[in-house]
């Protein structure tokens, strides 16, 4: 009897230790097969065409699987490599995607395949947008080139310093109305002291239902007062403007007779070839698109619109004169400068610091008419070699932005 049990003892060990050893197997083979089933994956990002001096290091890179969605995050190193390592096989989307102050970096593959036990590698190629792009104001010409021009040939130069093509369909274009600082002036925020606004006497619309005007990148558009060619009969031609080329011109002599009042056919001449700006409001006192001299000048959304109840009274102090002026809120003005009359006549600013938050002027002296001078923004060096294409700088502050130019320089930075 003794001798049975222990013989059915042996027997239940020995299949006891058969169970474990069986399982000790099934274990191991489920662990092969858990690494078996992984793989790695190599990510080198590489800078896209013509970027250039952009750091590719500390670049968040995700990969997300694309049939469970799971998701795995890393930054590169100094390389602009970086390594998912012992990852499900399958398919997975990358992404890659940096921000600085400047710019925007950000780059897409997908479907890449990660196989089992191997390192995938691929190469991300990643783009960079610079921040403040859009379009901004390149130049204000209002100075005069000669006693026969007068004042006829200035014009507004609109730029566009994005990588695609804008529309400028809409927008307005305002003189921001105030005194320079010359020796009389009234400070313009001494009498009207809400600086969430500028104030205009002269503003125009561009026509357009959407895709009429279009800006391509690193180009510009220039809305000149009369698209005249002012070399013809010169004495000076090389001193004079042709502004046949203009985008679009300025003539309100029809608007205003419609509204009973009286154009003014010595500064307005209207060529037929060159399409109108619309009118959209002028101070009674005025009788054509006048800008300042020296012109401060916004560039308007064209989401924005205008009523009677933008309009409100502005009297200087000690004067008889109100004049009557349409408030643009800050927030709908894409782009300004404030030009005035000299280095020292900051607190006759017209246009409010979230703007602009410096002025540029065209000489010491204050010294304007006629002198051929222009107020020009400079080239952004940096950015320009960086993203391989005209960049204009844009800081909102136009005493760095701008500088005072001898003579014109329409479509001076066109790509």
């Known amino acids: 009897m003794k001798s049975n049990i222990l013989r059915k003892t042996g027997v239940t060990k020995s299949i006891i230790a058969i169970v474990l050893f069986a399982a000790t197997l099934v274990g191991c083979s489920s662990d092969d097969d858990s690494v078996a089933n992984l793989g790695n994956l190599q990510v080198q990002l590489e800078l896209a065409a013509g970027l250039s001096d952009i750091s590719l290091e500390g670049v968040d890179v995700s990969i997300t699987n694309t049939v469970d969605n799971a998701t795995l995050n890393l930054t590169t190193d100094a390389t602009g490599a970086v390594t998912f390592s012992n990852i499900s096989v399958g398919t997975y989307n990358i992404v890659a995607t940096s921000t600085t102050d ?9 479907n890449v395949s990660v196989a089992i036990q191997e390192t995938t590698q691929t190469t991300l190629e990643v783009n960079a947008t610079n921040f403040n792009a859009g379009l901004v104001i390149k130049e204000v010409y209002t100075a005069g080139s000669g006693y026969i021009t007068l004042l006829k040939d200035s014009f507004i130069e609109i730029f566009n310093n994005s990588s695609e093509t804008l529309y400028a369909d809409g927008m307005y274009i305002a003189n921001v109305f105030g005194g320079s600082g010359a020796s009389g002036d009234t400070p313009l925020y001494s009498i009207l002291t809400d600086t969430d606004y500028v104030y205009t006497d002269v ?8 895709t009429d005007y279009p800006v391509a990148s690193g180009q510009s558009i220039v809305i000149a007062l009369n698209a005249i060619n002012f070399k013809e009969g010169s004495a000076n031609p090389d001193g004079e403007l042709d502004n046949t080329d203009a985008t679009l011109e300025h003539y309100s002599i029809d608007w205003l007779e419609a509204q009973g009042r009286t154009g003014n ?4 001449l209207d060529n037929p070839s060159v399409p109108n700006m619309t009118n959209t409001y002028m101070f009674e006192g005025t009788n054509f698109f006048r800008l300042s001299l020296p012109a401060s000048v916004v560039l308007v959304s064209s989401e924005a619109s205008f009523g009677d109840s933008e309009i409100v009274d502005y009297t200087a102090t000690g004067s008889t004169t109100t004049y009557k002026l349409m408030k643009i809120s800050v927030d709908l003005v894409v782009d300004g400068v404030d030009i005035l009359d000299n280095s020292a006549s900051a607190e006759f600013k017209r246009i409010p610091n979230a703007i602009d938050a410096g002025f540029t002027f065209l000489t010491e002296d204050g010294a304007i008419s006629y002198t051929g001078l222009s107020n020009r923004r400079k080239i952004d060096e940096t950015a320009t070699a960086r993203f391989g294409r005209t960049i204009l700088l844009d800081t909102n502050n136009s005493t760095v932005d701008f500088e005072a130019i001898n003579f014109p320089d329409k479509y001076g930075y066109n790509n």
């Not at 400047?102 to 997908?110: C, E, V």
């Open 203 to 210: 503003m125009s619309q561009i026509p357009g239902s959407g």
């Open 265 to 268: 056919s010595f500064f307005e």
């Open 102 to 110: 400047d710019y925007q970096l950000s780059g897409t593959a997908n």
